[in-house]
C-alpha cells in the first residue's frame, strides 16, 4: 500500500523560506516521477514543480521558478521542496503527488496515481 506523508508547512512571514517534504512508504522514488502542487479553496489544485526521478528533470510552474527547488533523496525516500522568498500568493495547502501516468501532463492533476494528505503553507504581509 503506498503512503505519502507531507510535512514541513507552517506559517510565515512573506520574504520567509520553508522546506516542505514527502515520505513514502510502499513507493520507491528513484524510479518515478513526482510533484509538488498547492490549492487554495474554490479553485483548482495547481501544479508547482515536478521532478523525473530518472533523469533528474525538473519543472517548475512560473510562479515559482527561481524561488522553489524540488529534489529529492533516494536513499530517504524521501520528496523536498524547497521554498524561498516566500509571497502572500504563495498561501495553500501543499500536495505531494506520485506516479505520473504515462503520457500524461504533471500539470494535471488527474494525471498521477497517488497523493499525500496535504501540508498547510500560510505566507502573511
Known amino acids: 500500500q503506498v503512503q505519502l506523508v507531507e510535512s514541513g508547512g507552517g506559517s510565515l512571514q512573506a520574504g520567509g523560506s520553508l522546506r516542505l517534504s514527502c515520505a513514502a512508504s510502499g513507493y520507491t522514488y528513484s524510479r518515478n516521477s513526482m510533484a509538488w502542487f498547492r490549492q487554495t479553496p474554490g479553485k483548482e489544485r495547481e501544479g508547482v514543480a515536478f521532478?523525473?526521478?530518472?533523469?533528474?528533470?525538473?519543472a517548475y510552474a512560473d510562479s515559482v521558478k527561481g524561488r522553489f527547488t524540488i529534489s529529492q533523496d533516494n536513499a530517504k525516500n524521501t520528496l523536498y521542496l524547497q521554498m524561498n522568498n516566500l509571497k502572500p500568493e504563495d498561501t495553500a495547502m501543499y500536495y505531494c503527488?506520485?506516479?505520473?501516468?504515462?503520457?500524461?501532463?504533471?500539470?494535471?492533476?488527474?494525471?498521477?496515481?497517488?497523493w499525500g494528505q496535504g501540508t498547510q503553507v500560510t505566507v502573511s504581509s
Open positions: 503527488a506520485a506516479d505520473l501516468k504515462y503520457g500524461g501532463s504533471w500539470l494535471r492533476a488527474t494525471d498521477f496515481g497517488y
Open positions: 521532478i523525473y526521478a530518472g533523469y533528474g528533470t525538473t
